[in-house]
């Protein structure tokens, strides 16, 4: 089975993640993180989640989705559901640290030096009370 999406979006070379000073290659189009062993980025720490996050890679993008976890995903310090990554961005998982990297410089000379979070897509809405 073929783990690329349907639009033909691939990810790009040079791009990893920095975790106790090992470098892992981002090379699949979605990346999924936590303490289950099915991961591709297994962590052993108790206080990260069996799934706790993913990074995708769509269209350009390098895109962090936080997988309801129970102590949450931060980059950068601000707590995220989902984010776009830039060159440098810090993930905090629980307790640990990792750096993403984006060495391609088509990507990287654009790379913000602010995180942005995404707006809530129209399913998230639903399930969110929205008082006014």
Known sequence: MDDQPNNNSYPEKNVFL????????LAKSVTRLGRQLDNDIVFQEEFVSRNHAEIRFEGDQYILYDLQSTSGTFVN???IERCVLNSGDLISLATLQIMF???NPKIASRSAVKTHTL????DELKGKNLAK
């Open 18 to 25: 920095i975790m106790n000073k090992q470098i892992t290659t």
């Open 101 to 103: 990297v984006n060495n």
């Open 119 to 122: 707006p809530l897509s129209p």
């Open 77 to 79: 310090g601000v707590r």
